[in-house]
């Protein structure tokens, strides 16, 4: 994606990340977040919750690398995420994305992301301003 | 970089708070960026862009929010007053992105508590607590910025 290309209202191609307790585990450990209401499912349950749950930073990164994938080469100045509900790992999400916002002098874009969970509810949602190079 | 639309008028507690801890710096940190953590955080996440996925790429750096995850011994300043409520929910996280971040890096963090808002809504009044922490490099360059929004409520 060129910034030239860029409109807004444009949506992002939806993606569904690979949110298994596999990768889940990877991103605790180089995360520091090695907790068991993040990697064990029954230890998850006695606390109350549906299983166990992806950190909220691994949502936010996630959006991160979404818009890598849709603007190869750009770069990410901020995103701003509410952390709303549950995302269970091993479930499929989807996370979808639009412009917002396009600064043609400063060929800067603000693009909105939600993360839903496979149950419909809302997950993550979250602001980015991208900037594109020249 | 807090949310504070459509908040109220602060309590006089939170008014109080206010005055005394947004802007201090409450507790330091230090933490080096370790290329294999840098990694295993963007492959767990799926990132293909080699600038975060192959060290021997020149660009190579820390996936844009790595620094969400450094938090600093203290989360609140010692004598924090227990303003909004027994129950904590993590609001959300916010992260701007100054310089990027290499391996071997040595990152200072600053604490500080940015804000403090209360916002009404179906369950009652929700307290608004952003704790900041601000990066420099070993370079003393600002790197990274993160507000962790941590909600009380009734």
């Known amino acids: ?134 | 970089m807090s949310d504070t639309e459509g908040t109220e008028p602060a309590s006089t507690e939170v008014q109080e708070a206010k005055a005394k801890y947004v802007g201090f710096v409450f507790d330091t940190a230090t933490f080096t960026a370790e290329q294999d953590k840098m990694l295993a955080w963007a492959e767990s996440v799926g990132e293909t862009d080699p600038r975060f996925t192959d060290p021997s790429n020149p660009d190579f750096q820390a996936h844009p929010t790595f620094t969400a995850s450094l938090v600093s011994r203290r989360v609140l300043p010692e004598d924090f007053p227990k303003i909004g409520g027994p129950r904590g929910i993590d609001g959300g996280k916010a992260v701007v992105i100054q310089q990027p971040i290499r391996p071997g890096d040595r990152l200072k963090a600053s604490a500080t508590i940015a804000d403090i808002y209360e916002k009404t809504g179906r369950s009652g009044t929700m307290t608004f607590i952003v704790q900041r922490m601000s990066f420099v490099n070993q370079n003393d360059e600002p790197v990274s910025m993160v507000d962790w929004k941590m909600i009380r409520n009734p």
Request: overall charge negative.
């Open chain 1, 1 to 134: 994606m060129l910034f030239e290309d860029v409109e807004l209202g444009d949506e992002l191609p939806a993606e569904h990340p690979d949110i298994s307790m596999e990768r889940v585990v990877e991103f605790t450990k180089a995360a520091h977040m090695n907790f068991p209401r993040f990697t064990d499912h029954e230890f998850a349950r006695k606390e109350g919750l549906p299983g166990a749950l992806v950190p909220g930073i691994m949502s936010q990164a996630l959006l991160a690398t979404m818009i890598h994938r849709w603007a190869p080469g750009c770069r990410i100045l901020s995103l701003d995420t509410v952390f709303r509900g549950h995302v269970v790992v091993g479930t499929t999400p989807t996370i979808s994305g639009a412009v917002t916002d396009v600064d043609d002098d400063e060929r800067v874009v603000e693009v909105d992301l939600t993360l839903t969970a496979e149950d419909g509810r809302t997950g993550v949602m979250g602001t980015a301003k991208v900037a594109f190079s020249a």
